[in-house]
Structures are given as C-alpha cells and as structure tokens.
C-alpha cells in the first residue's frame, strides 16, 4: 500500500541553520505531496503542496520539489527560527481518489536561540 | 470562514463513560475525517465521510467506537464506554476534493483523558 517515510526526530538546530527534513514515499501512480505543520497544542496546517513532478512547493520560506524519480519530497529551509519549532508531517494523498491522505510519522523540529 | 470548529477542547471522564466529540467543518467541504493522535501510534485516520456517507471506517479501533454525520455541518465521534487507553487527541477535518488537490483543514483538536 502507500506509505510515507520521513526522517527520525527529534532535530535540534540553532536558529539561522539550514534545515532539511527528508521525506520518501511508495505510491502506484501519481500522488499529490504535502508538508503539514504541527505547532504546540495545535491542529496540523498545511505548510506546502505540489501536485505533479518536478513541481515546487512553497510558503513561509520553505520549499519543496516533487521529485519523481527519487520518489521524494524533501523540506528545506534557508534560515530558520525558532517560531519554526513545531512538528513537520510529510503526506501523500490517495492516487486513486485523491480524498484520502497517507502521512509520515512527524519529524519534531526545535531551534535554539 | 471560522474553520474545522471541535468541541470540547478538552474532555476527562472516568472509565465506563460515554463520551461525545462534536465537530463543525467548513462550509461547503464535502469531506471529513476523523483522527487519534497519540505520542505510541503518531496519527491514525479512524472514518471518514463523504456527503455525510461513511465511506471508510476500517480505522475505527472497536465496536466502543462510533461516528455518525446527520447533516453536511455537523459530525459525532462517541466512544461507549470508555477506557484509559483511549486518552489521547482527536482530531477532525475537512477538505473539499472538487478543487483536485486533497489537503485538508485540521481542528484545533479535543484533548481527551480518561481516567
């Protein structure tokens, strides 16, 4: 079935560190590829989306590029911060009906002043 | 637009209670879903609906478990009875699948403890 693997957490980073967070999927067809974010106490928000190869997400400074033949969709940020401390949920959604999404484990992200 | 709105936002009973968690999606989505997050199994999908038809309920841990949706604005997750192991967050959420793209919109969640 369709699965999403995301990198073990928790990470630690001082603040303006570059972040990647590592994401892989295993899906039949063409899904679409989210970033969810998870702040504390919170429900999750869509953080970025794509929706075909080779396409890039973007919001609030992170990007991420669906990436086909790697099956990937890695996030990445330039500088972060500490508001960026929160839980990162990679997902994948349903290729054969799109309404259902597949997510990762959560990678739980904090940053040091 | 107000967002998925949950109630309570947090709940603790004793064991054997019944419990009901409310949940209003967003006007015009024709999707919900039901969550449980804990820190053991992370985020478990447990029913969703599409116009207010269960379509999925393979999620829904046991029998103590049930969801209904009578109308297009509101949704019940009720467990009966209780017990501990079900503390943990419940999430609800909606998405509208005509724009293609399914990403959802989250609750803020209701904190459940049984005790």
């Known amino acids: 079935g369709d699965s999403v693997t995301q990198m073990e957490g928790p990470v630690t980073l001082s603040e303006e560190a570059f972040l990647t967070i590592n994401c892989t999927y295993t899906?039949?067809?063409?899904?679409?590829l989210f970033w969810y974010v998870q702040y504390p106490g919170e429900g999750l928000q869509l953080l970025l989306k794509?929706?075909?190869?080779?396409d890039k997400g973007s919001n609030k400074g992170f990007e991420a590029t669906y990436r086909k033949e790697t099956t990937s969709f890695h996030l990445e940020k330039g500088s972060v911060q500490v508001s960026d401390s929160a839980v990162y949920f990679c997902?994948?959604?349903?290729?054969?009906?799109?309404?259902?999404?597949?997510f990762g484990t959560g990678t739980r992200l904090t940053i040091i002043p | 637009d107000a967002g998925v709105i949950q109630s309570p936002r947090h709940e603790v009973t004793e064991m054997g209670q019944e419990v009901t968690l409310r949940c209003k999606p967003i006007s015009g989505h024709d999707y919900l879903f039901w969550y449980r997050q804990t820190m053991m199994r992370g985020l478990e999908l447990l029913i969703y609906?599409?116009?207010?038809?269960?379509?999925?309920d393979s999620g829904m841990p046991e029998d103590r478990f049930s969801a209904k949706m009578p109308n297009a604005s509101f949704s019940t997750l009720k467990i009966q009875p209780s017990e501990p192991r079900d503390s943990a967050v419940y999430f609800c959420?909606?998405?509208?699948?005509?724009?293609?793209?399914?990403?959802?919109?989250f609750g803020p969640g209701t904190r459940l403890t049984v005790t």
């Open positions: 997902a994948l959604s349903d290729p054969r009906g799109n309404e259902k999404l597949t």
């Open positions: 959420a909606s998405s509208f699948v005509g724009r293609g793209a399914a990403e959802q919109y």
């Open positions: 899906a039949t067809g063409y899904p679409s």
């Open positions: 794509a929706t075909k190869a080779d």
């Open positions: 609906f599409n116009n207010n038809v269960p379509i999925d």
